[in-house]
């Protein structure tokens, strides 16, 4: 059974940084797309980030481009996410998700749908 376990949120300052970890266990990611979503009070869940396992292509949400980098260490089987210039705004419960169906269908990485596995999430708020 896939279990993704995510960490590394808190409370940081407007222009500050935090690195989230999902740490995926349960098979082997290589076919899989990750996602990084959020979730802000009072509003839909929304993309952040995704990535191929296994070739490492990225993809980002316009809010977040150029902020924040999607990565992954194969040997520790986690998916990162460095965000950089932290925003009021950015404030949000941050979801890892995995998905084989994006990798093998070509369906879209932005889609909550399309991922079959969530982390329970981390809270991420940043301060004015």
């Known amino acids: 059974q896939v279990q993704l376990v995510e960490s590394g949120g808190g409370l940081v300052q407007a222009g500050g940084s935090l690195r989230l970890s999902c740490a995926a266990s349960?098979?082997?990611?290589?076919?899989?797309?990750m996602g990084w979503f959020r979730q802000a009070p009072g509003k839909e869940r929304e993309f952040v980030a995704a990535?191929?396992?296994?070739?490492?292509?990225?993809y980002y949400a316009d809010s977040v481009k150029g902020r924040f980098t999607i990565s992954r260490d194969s040997a520790k089987n986690t998916v990162y996410l460095q965000m950089n210039s932290l925003k009021p705004e950015d404030t949000a419960v941050y979801y890892c998700?995995?998905?084989?169906?994006?990798?093998?269908?070509?369906?879209?990485?932005?889609?909550?749908?399309?991922?079959?596995?969530w982390g329970q999430g981390t809270q991420v708020t940043v301060s004015s």
């Open positions: 998700a995995a998905s084989s169906r994006i990798y093998y269908s070509g369906s879209v990485y932005y889609r909550e749908p399309n991922y079959d596995y």
């Open positions: 349960g098979r082997a990611f290589s076919n899989y797309v």
């Open positions: 990535m191929y396992w296994s070739i490492s292509n990225t």
